[in-house]
């Protein structure tokens, strides 16, 4: 059975393949558009809010001396995309690099060399075709897992996040087929850390909060990106954001809510620009007193504030420069579970619940 | 002209002494060396003896025998007019008494010791003679044995033979010992096939010490033009030239010598030639002294004269010469230049003419991993004494990198210098001296041909890319027509046929065959 979104891939690449027909059949090269996904093509869409690539288009022709290798190997994921989606597979990118990986007919050179060219063609078709991957059957990593009152279904199964053990529901990397049935939650929160999810999971935060639990276990994949993302979009839940309260738990944050830098040609399919951050901030370490537990910046941290402060999106928000140059000026960072310091259940007992309350969030 | 007329221009010069002490001179020294001179002084003889017939095309018969260590014998026979019985010792026995030496016209040999140093040299090394067989074509033939007379400068002819028999045309042959046969640059087999390639209307049977026969086929069927007699300009001759013209001088004043036997000498250029002396020019020539030579030539120098006729020379000619390389080089590409007469010394017309010759048997420079060089005078192959020849500086000094043409590139380079007068250094004939005007003509004519090749080499070079590219389009085709067709459900031949076509009209400048 093809999934709806599966069902766009197979339009968009059947589009593509016909537009190079086209062209032959006029007896022109065949050629496609190529949204640039260098850094100097990304910039921030401050009216969608997320980190977007501009108009800016390359040509990948076939009689292009520097073209050709890749327009045989876009056109080699393309073919092999549609025969996954058809066969109803699902491949690993090592897998799709594996697979399609041979010596090209009457010569010694292989389709390609090692699976960084794999990879750049994937991420080009996805910026051409306008689909993610998962679209095309070809699944991210799976890391990251959710736990809460939730039921979906996949593979015909349904299930509810509550009831698959202290551990939650894993996300997989293709999310696309999967299912929202059911939901009782407030809200979505967003933990960095897979430590602290456990710790909430424990002492029943997603009661206490009304709320699904997510984590992606460090900088979320795309699975868990993409999950949030349709869960946002299909509950209207707001997701709220608990990172560790330095350079790089807000740069994690920043990712959730507008996107990445290397996923500018596919943002929309992954940032969620309404996210609220909770914490930790540089202000809860006066308020909760966590000065005897804090960490002092170590040289590659400051470098990382220096970053953050230049980044369009930063500057977009006050509140985050203002947060990024009190971290500077502090010199410190401070983790989530430093929260522990105060008692185990302090997190989840009083500093989420009065926080959420109160709404005292950044943007 | 009588047939015999070539043979009555015969002067005697005594100077069989003077070979002998000093033969390393005249090209008799080393064992290889020694045995191509042979072969070169009756080869050169022969062609011009040949081409002093009208309407014959120079057929030559080259064998060298092997009689035993360091010993051989040399049979050189050609299709030429033969040699009356009377002359036989005068072609043969004298030194300096060849018909070319006192003539003012362009000739392969040009000295007239050529022959006789030869057979003297033959003489010397087995105490045996030159045994001559010739014919007229009037069915006679004539054989002899010929040797001479050191002392009295003198041919002496023994058992003579005389046969009836079909025969134009003379056959020598010498023995020689303490000569040795060997290949590379110095040697026979080389010697004679740069004179095919000088000589395009040479048709030439080579037969080596091994049994082994080379026939070199004409690359012309014409016969070259003859050289035309001249007189000789002021500004070319040396004093010991003028006391010989004057020695040998009919005329009865200085004045009417000088106007008589040379060339752009008027009547108003003696008066003004007169002026500038300091002695009587009614005077008899054969009375003109070492000191008055030289004052005359000295003001030849500073005097002004037309420039002298250079309609006397003949060169090989640019297709004579085109074709004479593409006979024997088989190259991949070829230049030659032929560039107008020019003069040097003020009065001595020359041309040069060039050919480069690249890929195919071309740059074969028995293993010297530099350019090949091909010198000629008068169409004669010059083996020796390379490194002080002006074609050889003339050569070196062009910056060849320039035209992308390395040590290592398969080129052949040709140069002909042809002049009445050619300027040898030392009485060898083994290199050509390094006179301003004869190097700046070489060398402008070999980077003419630099030019022409760097331009071919560039354009192949391109070609070679362009080709490389064209495969790089082609080699994704299969896999391009293979993907897009199971994408479209079109077939794979057809996408093939439409991407193939493309990439044909893109490099539509790249030939089929390559």
Redesign the interface.
């Known amino acids: 059975m093809v999934e709806k979104a599966q069902e766009k891939a197979l339009k968009e690449l059947d589009e593509f393949g016909n537009q190079l027909l086209e062209k032959l059949n006029k007896k022109e090269a065949p050629s496609f558009q190529i949204p640039s996904r260098t850094r100097s093509n990304v910039e921030f869409d401050e009216e969608k809010e997320i980190i977007d690539i501009t108009g800016k288009k390359s040509t990948r022709s076939f009689i292009n001396a520097s073209h050709v290798r890749k327009f045989m190997q876009t056109l080699l994921v393309a073919r092999a995309a549609e025969e996954y989606i058809k066969n109803n597979r699902t491949v690993s990118k090592r897998e799709l690099y594996y697979n399609l990986k041979h010596k090209l007919p009457g010569t010694n050179k292989n389709t390609w060399d090692d699976d960084n060219e794999s990879s750049a063609v994937i991420d080009d078709l996805e910026a051409t075709l306008g689909i993610v991957r998962q679209q095309m059957n070809v699944s991210a990593k799976s890391r990251g897992s959710i736990y809460g009152d939730i039921t979906l279904k996949q593979a015909g199964d349904e299930f509810s996040c509550k009831k698959l053990g202290k551990g939650g529901w894993a996300i997989p990397g293709n999310v696309e087929d999967v299912e929202i049935v059911d939901y009782d939650a407030e809200l979505i929160l967003f933990i960095e850390t897979e430590a602290m999810h456990s710790r909430l999971v424990e002492e029943g935060s997603y009661d206490d909060l009304d709320a699904l639990l997510v984590t992606g276990q460090g900088m979320a994949p795309r699975g868990v990106k993409r999950f949030l993302k349709r869960l946002q979009d299909e509950t209207d839940l707001p997701v709220v954001a608990f990172t560790d309260g330095d350079p790089y738990g807000f740069y994690i944050y920043s990712v959730l809510k507008h996107g990445s830098m290397q996923l500018a040609h596919v943002n929309d399919y992954y940032a969620v620009p309404n996210s609220k951050f909770v914490g930790m901030t540089m202000d809860d370490i006066d308020k909760y007193d966590l000065h005897n537990v804090t960490e002092n910046l170590d040289e590659q941290a400051r470098k990382k504030i220096e970053h953050n402060l230049n980044y369009e999106w930063f500057k977009y928000h006050p509140e985050w420069i203002k947060e990024m140059k009190k971290m500077r000026k502090k010199g410190v960072r401070i983790e989530q579970q430093a929260l522990a310091n105060k008692s185990l259940d302090f997190v989840a007992k009083t500093y989420l619940p009065e926080k959420i309350e109160n709404e005292e969030f950044l943007p | 002209m009588p047939k015999n007329q070539q043979f009555k221009e015969f002067q005697e010069h005594s100077v069989a002494e003077f070979f002998k002490k000093n033969r390393q001179m005249l090209g008799y020294s080393g064992k290889i060396k020694s045995l191509t001179t042979v072969v070169h002084e009756y080869v050169t003889n022969m062609i011009d003896a040949v081409e002093e017939e009208e309407d014959n095309l120079p057929e030559a018969f080259v064998k060298i025998e092997e009689m035993g260590p360091e010993h051989y014998k040399v049979i050189v026979e050609d299709n030429g007019p033969g040699i009356p019985e009377n002359y036989i010792g005068k072609a043969f026995g004298q030194m300096l008494a060849g018909t070319k030496f006192h003539r003012f016209m362009q000739q392969r040999g040009q000295q007239g010791i050529g022959a006789a140093g030869a057979v003297m040299f033959g003489q010397v090394t087995t105490g045996k003679p030159t045994k001559i067989i010739t014919g007229q074509g009037d069915g006679k033939i004539l054989e002899c044995e010929l040797s001479i007379d050191v002392k009295k400068n003198r041919a002496s002819i023994n058992n003579k033979k005389t046969y009836s028999g079909e025969m134009k045309g003379t056959r020598i042959e010498t023995e020689l010992k303490n000569v040795l046969y060997q290949k590379g640059r110095y040697g026979i087999d080389e010697y004679l096939r740069r004179t095919v390639l000088a000589n395009p209307h040479l048709k030439l049977t080579y037969v080596d010490p091994e049994g082994k026969t080379i026939i070199y086929d004409r690359a012309v069927e014409d016969i070259p033009p003859k050289p035309k007699e001249a007189k000789p300009h002021p500004r070319g001759v040396t004093v010991d030239d003028l006391l010989g013209y004057a020695l040998r001088s009919n005329s009865h004043k200085i004045k009417s010598f000088l106007r008589n036997d040379f060339t752009r000498i008027s009547g108003k250029k003696v008066k003004e030639i007169q002026k500038k002396i300091s002695f009587d020019l009614n005077k008899m020539p054969k009375d003109l002294k070492w000191d008055e030579a030289e004052e005359l030539v000295q003001t030849f120098k500073e005097t002004d004269f037309m420039r002298p006729p250079t309609d006397v020379l003949v060169p090989i000619g640019k297709k004579r010469l085109e074709k004479a390389v593409e006979e024997q080089l088989e190259p991949e590409f070829k230049q030659v230049v032929e560039r107008k007469p020019k003069v040097y010394r003020g009065g001595v017309p020359f041309i040069v003419e060039t050919a480069l010759a690249y890929g195919g048997k071309a740059g074969n420079n028995n293993g010297d991993n530099e350019i090949e060089i091909m010198r000629f005078s008068n169409r004669v192959p010059l083996l020796f004494n390379k490194g002080t020849c002006a074609i050889t500086k003339a050569v070196k000094s062009v910056d060849w990198d320039r035209y992308g043409i390395k040590d290592n590139t398969p080129v052949t380079i040709l140069v002909n210098f042809t002049s009445i007068h050619v300027p040898y250094i030392g009485a060898g004939k083994k290199s050509i001296a390094e006179e301003e005007e004869i190097l700046n003509e070489i060398r402008l004519s070999l980077m003419k041909t630099g030019r022409k090749l760097g331009k071919y080499l560039k354009g192949k070079r391109r070609q070679r890319k362009r080709l490389q590219?064209k495969k790089?389009?082609e080699?994704?085709i299969?896999?391009?027509s293979?993907?897009?067709s199971?994408?479209?459900g079109?077939k794979e031949e057809e996408?093939k046929k439409?991407?193939q076509?493309?990439?044909k009209q893109?490099f539509s400048d790249i030939k089929e065959d390559e």
């Open positions: 590219k790089t389009f080699i994704y299969p896999e391009i293979k993907s897009l199971e994408i479209t079109k996408i439409h991407l076509s493309i990439v893109r």
